[in-house]
């Protein structure tokens, strides 16, 4: 079966670079950026690992972490984080899962047959602290992934928890958002103080509510 968003993320216990983990009790309150790499030793993964550690302070004012997997021993995700760090000019700062036996892969799907039964695709999914599936992407393992849309998606989801707003088409934090459509005017008179453009019954701008 394949997860979707709103299910339970699946709980699991490995280890990784940081030690023994299981899965729900790492997250804890967190949000958590939760991403997988074809293998170890690889440019592009090389790449991605470097600036997620460099986004750390970034995911912590938003109340989130991240964590890796490739199906590597951690023997050689230590290897490889001496190659992050020193082609990259960081310190890695979140751990590594060694899924040696694709227990979390398969549990994830994050292996494709038909893409290379050999290796993990790139997928991303965004937990919440409820420990729920609020997004997930898939790349192939060719394309490296665009870790801003990541912190970009995840203002999205913290932002519209909080308000009844919706973000538009390539929305960044501080600009302006659409207010839903179930909500009458006469509601969102009151919840939006700053006030809003009616361009269509179903399409009002407001300003971005929290900032």
């Not at 600036?51 to 302070?57: H, M, P, R, V």
């Not at 999205?156 to 707003?165: A, G, M, N, R, Y």
């Amino acid at each position: 079966m394949a997860l979707l968003l709103g299910d339970i993320a699946p709980d699991f216990e490995i280890d990784t670079t940081d030690g023994p983990i299981k899965f729900h009790d790492w997250i804890g309150d967190d949000w958590v950026i939760f991403f997988s790499h074809p293998a170890d030793f690889t440019p592009v993964c090389t790449t991605e690992l470097g600036y997620t550690a460099k986004l750390k302070d970034e995911f912590a004012t938003r109340g989130a972490k991240a964590i890796a997997l490739s199906v590597d021993p951690v023997e050689d995700h230590r290897k490889w984080i001496g190659d992050i760090e020193e082609t990259q000019g960081v310190t890695m700062n979140f751990p590594i899962i060694a899924d040696v036996n694709r227990q979390v892969s398969d549990l994830y799907q994050m292996i494709h047959p038909n893409a290379d039964p050999k290796v993990t695709v790139r997928a991303v999914y965004i937990i919440d602290p409820n420990k729920k599936i609020r997004a997930t992407f898939t790349y192939p393992p060719s394309a490296g992934r665009n870790f801003d849309e990541v912190l970009r998606l995840l203002d999205s989801l913290q932002l519209t928890d909080q308000h009844k707003v919706a973000t538009p088409v390539n929305w960044k934090s501080g600009e302006d958002c659409i207010i839903v459509p179930s909500l009458s005017d006469e509601d969102a008179d009151k919840l939006f103080p700053k006030g809003y453009k009616k361009i269509k019954p179903y399409l009002r701008v407001t300003p971005q509510p929290n900032k």
